[in-house]
């Protein structure tokens, strides 16, 4: 049997890991698979017969850290880059894996000085889930965006690059000059269904759920849209995710006396039935690839509601067809299209209907086929 390394940051609940869970059981039966994390974060229930490293730990104080000038910050990002390559060179040097998909700019960076110090010879594909560019709003795994711009020209070149969405393949194809195979993520739209059946305790809400992380996620945009319409509607807002800014987002809660109409869950395993039971979802995040979040609500007919994130909104929405965008930053516009869908039951189940239309394009069989396509080349 043919063996393959998947690698990536970790398996905690978020977009890219659950296209990692969807690989590892699609290929499952026909390779012996290992995974290889940075981190010993696993919030999925995996296959028993994979294999699972995890790089070694390299334990500093980030609340300390970031209180640092960036030149610090950065410095001391640079040295965990190296610490981690060497780590995977000390795995890499003694298992021999016919293909390695490596997931994120971050590891896949990683993946590749590891692999061209040790003249390692593999399949190695890159998998790029978003355009650089958004890298210049924060410090990504504690590096600056001239890392990745003068890295990624650099280190991607040899190998096979899979983006996203057409927004990244382009942006990699005018920046870099390098050609890229576009495979979107998909959705399994019978087993979303299916899971979105489940009893949900709650019922008659909006929706936000991902990582909580303002500067991408924008979930302080949308708490402050639904204050706007909060005396309009007696529909409450429900956050379901953790992350960085949660506590933030819990004070801006209690500024805003909206403790009675908002509350915050931690990541559940079945998205689908909170999706399927919301009046709308609302996307309100400034950069994304491909959002597995838009898809899966795609598949179980949530309206949605989005700002027009980069570079990728129009592929998904065909420029506000199915589901409305609100420009980026919009925080009066974003609430009166929230109250539009949840006043309206003649345009939310339109919205409901459009989305099953649009969940066709993003079968999950489809995609992991051009996966295979690319593997085999």
Known sequence: MKTLAIITHNMSFGGVQRVVKNHIEYFKDNYKITLILFEKKIDFKLPEEIEIIFLDERVFDYKKLIQENKNTIVSFGKELFDFRVNSLVSILKDKQFDTIISHEDYNNLITTKTVELLNYKTNLILTSHIQQDSYKRN?????????????????YRNYKIITVSKGVHD?????????TYCIENGVNIKKARKQAEEECQEKNFILCIGRIEFVQKGQDDLLKAFKLISKETDVPLLFIGDGKDKEKLEKMILEFNLMNQVRILTFEKNPFKYMKNARVVAFPSYYEGLPNTILESFAVSAALVSYDFEP???ELSKDGYYFPLVKRGDIQTLGSKLLEVITNNSLEEKMRLLSF??????SLDNMLNKWNIVIEK
Do not use: G, T, V
């Open 357 to 362: 239309e649009r969940a066709m394009d993003y």
């Open 139 to 155: 410090l990504i795994h504690l590096l600056d965006a001239d890392f990745y711009y003068q890295s990624i020209p650099i280190y």
């Open 312 to 314: 990728s909104s129009n």
């Open 171 to 179: 942006y990699f194809y005018n920046n870099y000059n390098l050609e």
